[in-house]
Nanobody, 124 residues
Framework: QVQLVESGGGLVQAGGSLRLSCAAS????????MGWFRQAPGKEREFVAG????????YYTDSVKGRFTISRDNAMNTVYLQMNSMKPEDTAVYYC?????????????????WGQGTQVTVSS
């Protein structure tokens, strides 16, 4: 069984920074993609960033490129999302997830395991 626990959300002013953490436990993560998704009220869940557990290849949606950085600490079994230059449109519940298969995808249905989510609010 895979367990994912997010932390680090909160309230920040526009232009500020937050770092989200996702503590992973359970079955192997090697070879899979760990993703961060977000869901704003009334909107669909969207892909934000992903990282291959093995090798560290990263992926970003266009709206966060240059502002967000995804990373992982294999020894700590933790994935991070560093968010800088934040904007009010970044406000959402952020979720950590592990891919269902070994190939990369931005589609939420291709992720099998999810955390409970952490709220991020950016004030203008």
């Amino acid at each position: 069984q895979v367990q994912l626990v997010e932390s680090g959300g909160g309230l920040v002013q526009a232009g500020g920074s937050l770092r989200l953490s996702c503590a992973a436990s359970g079955r192997t993560f090697s070879g899979y993609v760990m993703g961060w998704f977000r869901q704003a009220p009334g909107k669909e869940r969207e892909f934000v960033a992903g990282i291959r557990w093995s090798g560290g290849t990263t992926y970003y949606t266009d709206s966060v490129k240059g502002r967000f950085t995804i990373s992982r600490d294999n020894a700590m079994n933790t994935v991070y999302l560093q968010m800088n230059s934040m904007k009010p449109e970044d406000t959402a519940v952020y979720y950590c997830a592990r891919s269902r298969h070994i190939y990369y995808s931005e589609v939420s249905s291709e992720y099998a395991y999810w955390g409970q989510g952490t709220q991020v609010t950016v004030s203008s």
